[in-house]
């Protein structure tokens, strides 16, 4: 159906290239500056001045600002550090599974940006940051407890496993715990991201080609435009699902690095 048309309205679906926009400033040089940059240093600074705004004027009661702030530290506090790690190690690592989950889900919301219309998370290089960022620290968090060795005996070879069993337990808990771990939560976050970009770019593509075809398929505009909204709704939550796994599975490693066996 699209072929006979080709010549009144041109079919533009998503691509890959989508992913690796133009230069804005700098083109040619290290320091290029792209709109991926652009939705990380906006995401960024209003994450900031909304943080700063929010609390430099901290009140008994507080008003609504304050309150969807108190709610988010909670959060992460309660139900992820605290519930996860415990309330002894988890006060401890509340600072950087906040900045995960907040940097996480204002990265993932700059796909809903006019004008940005993509989220940084949907570049593996960012992902890769942040699982960098989470496997440190989980590592950190083991050697700190237990000393290199200790936490090397733990993470590979578990309580109870047979001596014969040791070598080949020990080389699938090494790929499992060194590689399979940041991988996962890399590629998890930005699949999700990338895939949920496409697929709302080409419900748009396909709402602007039917609506000017000018023929029975305009008919079929409302539906995509519908889905589309509807898609957004669904890609909202997802933004701030992923923001949340990527949080809890660091809290998860973290809590597995620390326990005395496991």
């Not at 006060?91 to 900045?99: A, D, E, G, Y």
């Not at 039917?210 to 539906?223: D, K, R, W």
Request: net charge neutral.
């Amino acid at each position: 159906m699209i072929a006979p048309m080709a010549d009144e309205v041109e079919f533009h679906p998503p691509s890959i290239g989508d992913f690796f926009p133009g230069a804005l400033l700098f083109e040619g040089t290290p320091f290029e500056f792209t709109r991926i940059h652009l939705a990380q240093l906006i995401a960024t600074t209003v994450l900031v001045l909304i943080l700063v705004l929010a609390t430099r004027n901290l009140k008994v009661v507080p008003g609504r600002g304050q309150q969807i702030i108190e709610f988010l530290f909670g959060f992460v506090r309660e139900q992820i550090a605290i519930q996860v790690i415990g309330e002894k190690d988890g006060k401890r690592f509340v600072p950087i599974l906040t900045s995960l989950f907040l940097g996480i889900l204002a990265f993932n919301m700059m796909g809903f940006v006019p004008g940005i219309n993509i989220a940084p998370t949907s570049v593996i290089g960012i992902t890769i940051v942040l699982a960098v960022i989470a496997y440190v620290t989980f590592i950190y968090a083991g050697i700190k407890r237990h000393g290199v060795g200790r936490f090397m005996k733990n993470s590979l070879v578990p309580s109870g496993t047979p001596v014969v069993l040791s070598p080949l337990i020990a080389v699938i808990e090494f790929i499992s715990t060194f590689v399979f771990r940041p991988v996962s939560l890399t590629l998890r976050l930005v699949m999700n991201m990338l895939v949920g970009h496409l697929l709302l770019v080409l419900l748009f593509a396909a709402t602007h080609f039917f609506l000017l075809s000018f023929n029975a398929l305009t008919a079929l505009s409302p539906v995509t435009l519908g889905l589309s909204i509807v898609f957004i709704l669904y890609k909202i939550f997802v933004a701030a699902l992923q923001a949340y796994v990527f949080t809890i599975l660091t809290a998860v490693y973290i809590q597995l690095a620390v326990a005395e066996e496991h």
